[in-house]
Structure formats: structure tokens, C-alpha cells
């Protein structure tokens, strides 16, 4: 079946460390979208990327990276720029001629220790 | 800043009945919009999308779009206590990413 991957579901980071969110589609989209999301809160959008190789910022992309080497890959670093990383990070893609909506992943709950 | 405004909530529905969820957005050139549903530690699921302005149904859900207003909202008819929820709304602006509101939540005792 055709769906997105994140992985891990759940990820503890300690205090200066860098970790790498999973994000794998098999549906054959161009674009693909890196979200946050905090208790209570709506999504903010961290990263886009609508092409392979090219990707921009979204609302909030201090202290996080991304890299878009294959169409089917679109991973975040969170890095020790981050102060405030503990949220529930949202991987979602779409076809890029006609929008129907965005299919998400299943999440990353990512906490600091 | 490009925004989607959303009543917080909650709001509260008998089972059967019509639970109403609106929406405002701040963008004009904005194109199309999209509702979804996302249940306690779950990712958002799609509901329906609506480009053009009037109403779209699909089965209990219609949605209604007014771009001279730049509103948008979600009835649900013949609510049930599965549909207990918080419903994000979103827009989007071709060429970029969808822009979200905070969420209505919703519940619908039986």
C-alpha cells in the first residue's frame, strides 16, 4: 500500500545534540512538507520541498535543517539551535499540479531529556 | 503574515446533532481549502477540500466556501460521538504550503 513512513514515533534528544526525523513516501509526490506541532497548537510549517534538490523555509526553520536527495526522501535535523524542540513533528506530501490535500505521517513525538 | 483563524472551542453538540465549525482566512490569493480531523496523539486525516465558492458535500459533511467574506466552514449533520475531535482548517496559496489555523475542538456527547 502507498503511504508515508516517519520514524522513530517516539525520540528523546539530551540537551546539545543533534537527531534526524525519517520521512519515506512511496505515492509518488513531488512535494513534500516538514510541520510542528505543540500542545493546543495548530501546525507551523518548518521546511517545503517541491522538487528533488531544492527546498524552502517555512515559518520556523531556525535551529532545523532538511535535505532532498530522492523524491522519496525528506528528513529533518533538529539541531542544538533548537532551544525549544520538544513537540510532534508532521511529515506530509502531495502532488504538485492539482492539490488535494496533503497525506501525513504518523508523527514524530520528539521530547528533550 | 498569512493567517487562518479558528474558533478554539470547545464546542459542544448533542449526538444528532448539527455541529457548525468556522473559519477565516487573511490571504486573498488564497486558492484552495482543505478541513481536517485529528483525534488526541493522531496525525491529521483529510475531510474534505473546497476550491470554488458555495457548498460541497460529502455524506454528514458540507463545506462552504465565501472568498468575498474570506470564510469558510464545516456542518457536520447527525453528529456522533466518533466525530468528538479537534477539526484544523487550512488554506493554501498555489506554488506554496498550506497554511493551518489552531483547531476547533469538538465534542459531540451521546
Known amino acids: 500500500d502507498g503511504g508515508i513512513t516517519q520514524s522513530p514515533k517516539y525520540l528523546f534528544r539530551k540537551e546539545g545534540q543533534n537527531v534526524t526525523l525519517s520521512c519515506e513516501q512511496n505515492?509518488?509526490?513531488?512535494?513534500m512538507y516538514w510541520y510542528r506541532q505543540d500542545p493546543g497548537q495548530g501546525l507551523r510549517l518548518i521546511y517545503y520541498?517541491?522538487?528533488?534538490?531544492?527546498?524552502q523555509k517555512g515559518d520556523i526553520a531556525e535551529g532545523y535543517s532538511v535535505s532532498r536527495e530522492k523524491k522519496e526522501s525528506f528528513p529533518l535535523t533538529v539541531t542544538s539551535a533548537q532551544k525549544n524542540p520538544t513537540a510532534f513533528y508532521l511529515c506530509?506530501?502531495?502532488?504538485?499540479?492539482?492539490?488535494?490535500?496533503?497525506?501525513f505521517g504518523s508523527g514524530t513525538r520528539l521530547t528533550v531529556v | 503574515q498569512k493567517e487562518v483563524e479558528q474558533n478554539s472551542g470547545p464546542l459542544s453538540v448533542p449526538e444528532g446533532a448539527i455541529a457548525s465549525l468556522n473559519c477565516t482566512y487573511s490571504d486573498r490569493g488564497s486558492q484552495s481549502f482543505f478541513w481536517y480531523r485529528q483525534y488526541s496523539g493522531k496525525s491529521p486525516e483529510l475531510i474534505m477540500f473546497i476550491y470554488s465558492n458555495g457548498d460541497k458535500e460529502d455524506g454528514r459533511f458540507t463545506a462552504q466556501l465565501n472568498k468575498a467574506s474570506q470564510y469558510v466552514s464545516l456542518l457536520i449533520r447527525d453528529s456522533q460521538p466518533s466525530d468528538s475531535a479537534t477539526y484544523l482548517c487550512?488554506?493554501?496559496?498555489?506554488?506554496?504550503?498550506?497554511?493551518f489555523g489552531k483547531g476547533t475542538t469538538l465534542s459531540v456527547s451521546s
Open positions: 505515492l509518488n509526490h513531488d512535494a
Open positions: 487550512a488554506a493554501n496559496r498555489a506554488g506554496t504550503a498550506l497554511i
Open positions: 520541498s517541491q522538487i528533488v534538490n531544492d527546498f
Open positions: 506530509a506530501s502531495t502532488r504538485t499540479e492539482i492539490n488535494y490535500g496533503y497525506t
